[in-house]
Structure formats: C-alpha cells, structure tokens
C-alpha cells in the first residue's frame, strides 16, 4: 500500500503536472493553427497526457480494476460504493449550500445521518430507498455556478479529464476530503486506492463502447466530459445548444 | 346481415375511427415507454438476443425502435456547421453511415440488459410544444443510477421522432461533432463518409469474429 512520502510525491507530481500546464505549455501553444478547438487550448499538452495516462491505465489501473471487479462479489461492491458516497454526502451537502440549494443541502445532510446509522456506516444506501436522492457536487461545480469560466480542458494522468477550474477545484474537494485525515496514514491511504480501483472498475463497461464508438479517443472522451460537466453544473437540464455550436 | 351485429359492425367503426387519431396523437413520454418497453420484453425472451447474436439484436432495433428516429436531424447536429456544406447526397449517405455507426455500437448494449429497471421522471408539457426532453433513468444493483433522456421533436403535427438521446449528461449524438469536424477538415464531406463506412465495416467484422 501507499505510504505517506509516495502519496506526498504524488501530490507534488501533481501539481507540478499542473503548474507546467499554466506555465509553459500556455505560452509555447499560443498563436498555433487557426483550427485550434476553442474550448481546448492546451490540446498539444493534453494529448502528451492522455498518452502517458492511457498506458498507465493498459498495463496498471484497468488491470487492478478487472481483478477487484471479478474478485468482489457484487454486495461488497455495493457497500464500497455506498460507503465512500455516504463519506462525500457532507461536502456535497456544502457545495449545494454555497450555490443556494438549501432544500437539495438539507436532503444531503438527512441522507448522511441516516445512511450513517441506520445503513450502518454508509454500508447500505438506505436514504435512496426512502426517496432521497443521492446528488452530484463538488467545488468545480460550483465555482460554476458563482461564474468562474472552466479556463479551457486540462487532462492530468491519473486525475483524466479536468478542466483548470475543475482542476484547481479539486485541490478544495482534496482538501475536504474525509478520508484524507484519517488516521492512521496507511487507512486513509488504502481507503484513497480503493475508491480509485472502485472508480475505475464502475468505468469499465464503458471501456468497449469507447473503443467502438471513437473514432478518436481523446477527442471522444473530452468532449464525452465536457458535456458530462455541464449536464451536472446545470442538474441534468442544461439548456440546449444551437445546432450549430 | 343480422340489424344488432350491423349495430356492432359500426361501433366498432366509429371506435377505431376515433382511435386513429389518438394514436397519432400519443404524448412523447408515452411514446418513449411503449418502445422501451416492448423492447426489454422482447430482449428478456429472447435466447439469441441475450447471448449477443449482432444481427438479431440489428433487426429488432431496425423494426422497433429506428421508425421512431429522425436521423437527417441527428446525422444533422452530429456534422454541425459542415452539414450545409453537402450536397443531397451526400447527406443521404452520411445519413445512412451514422445510422448504422449508431446501432453497430449501442445496440449491443441490450445484450447486457439483465436486472436493470428502467424508470420514468415526472413529465410536463404544454399542447403547443414542438420539442420535448423525456427523462428516464436506468438503476441497477450496485451501480449510480444513469439518465438516459431522449429528445423529441414533431413537425406539422405529425408523429414524434427522437433527434438526441443523452446517456448521463452525454449525448451520443454531438459528442461526434469535434471528431467528425476533424474528418471533413482533412478529407472533405467525401472523407468523412469514407471514414465512417470503414469504421462500420471493421466493426462488422469484429462482431463476426466475436459470434464465433
């Protein structure tokens, strides 16, 4: 499992991975081909990414993925993925709350106590069956809401397809992550692998439809994000766009 | 004949004379659930269906669900700005490619339908409505649920087609337009419909390779 100077060298990866997007990159791509996608300014970046993503993926993350997929039987399954949505339940409670959702916070923090006990510890999803939608927040989202434009798409390996709000975004969500500040280390650090794995392996059936379907797979899968993105920022009604943009 | 089945006779008449307009007169939602539902059903019984038999799985979408698609006006929004840029033709054959492009790559996503309950959101809208969004939601044990929304759109009140169907936010139909944008830059309108008749034959051929 992960120790505490890896997780500390990843992050610093990370944000060096990050910085060298804003810096460099940014200039060194400024004034390319007219053709360039608007909304993917740092396109030459991001593919170098995507590609070194893409093979850590073959050869390390979908591989753990299929194990965990065919080792756990479907209830564990279940319960990881119940467990870890019960655990983001307040931060999502938060972000509903700083974009003026009070009745969607309030229904947030009522799935987080009873899941919490009457689903024993998040285990079982027990506010869904009583009618109390799970939702879908995080910082990103709302920094949208309060108007702060996505900055252009960012793919970061591990961390896929970002945009730099989004990006910068997740440094708050990582911040405010529960199972960060478990203790001991080595708990919170399995906990962190394991919903990665969980992730991914919920990913997986996409993985064909991808390949048939893409004539490109970046290209497929940023604009596959980008429209996933505003489809939340909106709550699944985002108005629709003209047929020509 | 006899004056009381004549009587019949012509009620029977009067009925379905009535009724045809209500049929073409049949509310999007509904629409959408009469489909859905008539195909699970006949994915549920069916053997061949279940263990991925391509061509079965062609034909049942071609018969049930493609009649109740525009695909000019989804082929249309999938090419964006390019597509006035064709000629009659060649719109018929882009057309013609994307559909098959569609169903080769969705439709074998029935295959895996196995405990999934398809459930319908609450519905509004007002008589005038030309264009409508139908919201469902797929659930399944041990998986987030993910909306799956059709877009439906009559003209000349005439039946409703569906142009977009979005799968959790993404729809499958303008998540296209960068990559074939991408197409007719480098090969023109005839480029594009080069390259999506050769991603339908080597899919074809995988999913032979696959039946056996």
Same mark, same amino acid.
């Given at each position: 499992m992960m120790t505490a100077p890896i997780s500390r060298w990843l992050r610093a990866a990370l944000l060096a991975a990050g910085l060298l997007a804003a810096a460099g990159v940014m200039a060194e791509e400024e004034g390319s081909s007219p053709e360039r996608n608007p909304r993917d300014p740092y396109e030459r970046f991001n593919r170098a990414m995507f590609a070194v993503n893409e093979v850590m993926d073959t050869y390390a993350v979908r591989p753990a993925a299929r194990v965990y997929d065919a080792a756990a039987p479907l209830p564990v399954k279940m319960s990881v993925g119940n467990f870890f949505s019960n655990v983001g339940d307040l931060w999502i409670g938060v972000n509903n709350a700083l974009q003026g959702k009070g009745g969607d916070a309030g229904s947030d923090l009522a799935r987080l106590l009873i899941n919490s006990t009457v689903g024993i510890f998040g285990l079982f999803d027990v506010a869904s069956e009583l009618g109390l939608e799970h939702h879908e927040e995080d910082f990103g989202q709302t920094l949208a809401v309060w *108007?702060? *434009?996505?900055g252009g798409f960012l793919f970061l390996p591990i961390l896929g397809p970002r945009t730099v709000r989004d990006a910068a975004a997740w440094g708050v969500d990582y911040a405010a992550d529960p199972v960060r500040i478990v203790d001991p280390v080595w708990v919170s650090n399995s906990a962190t692998v394991l919903r990665f794995v969980d992730m991914r392996a919920s990913l997986l059936p996409a993985d064909r439809i991808i390949d048939e379907a893409a004539f490109d797979r970046y290209s497929y899968i940023r604009d596959a994000y980008l429209q996933r993105r505003r489809n939340l920022i909106f709550d699944g009604r985002p108005p629709r766009l003209d047929d020509d943009d | 004949m006899p004056l009381p089945i004549m009587k019949k006779l012509l009620a029977f008449i009067a009925a379905a004379c009535f009724a045809l307009p209500v049929l073409a007169e049949q509310a999007p939602n509904e629409l959408v659930q009469q489909v859905t539902d008539e195909v699970l059903d006949i994915v549920q019984k069916d053997r061949d269906i279940q263990n991925g038999n391509t061509a079965r799985i062609i034909e049942m979408v071609d018969q049930k669900v493609l009649p109740h698609f525009n695909f000019t006006r989804m082929t249309a929004l999938a090419v964006g700005k390019d597509w006035r840029k064709a000629s009659p033709q060649q719109q018929q054959q882009l057309a013609e490619q994307f559909k098959t492009l569609l169903v080769r790559t969705y439709a074998n996503a029935l295959t895996s339908y196995r405990n999934q309950k398809v459930v319908y959101k609450p519905f509004r809208m007002k008589p005038e409505d030309t264009d409508v969004l139908v919201r469902t939601e797929i659930q399944q044990p041990g998986a987030k649920p993910i909306g799956l929304d059709y877009s439906l759109e009559r003209k000349d009140g005439g039946a409703w087609k569906v142009y977009d169907v979005t799968v959790a936010g993404i729809s499958l139909v303008t998540n296209y337009r960068d990559q074939f944008a991408q197409e007719v830059r480098s090969g023109g309108i005839d480029g594009l419909i080069a390259s999506i008749s050769a991603k339908n034959r080597s899919l074809e051929a995988g999913q032979a390779q696959a039946k056996k």
């Open positions: *108007g702060v *434009g996505d | -």
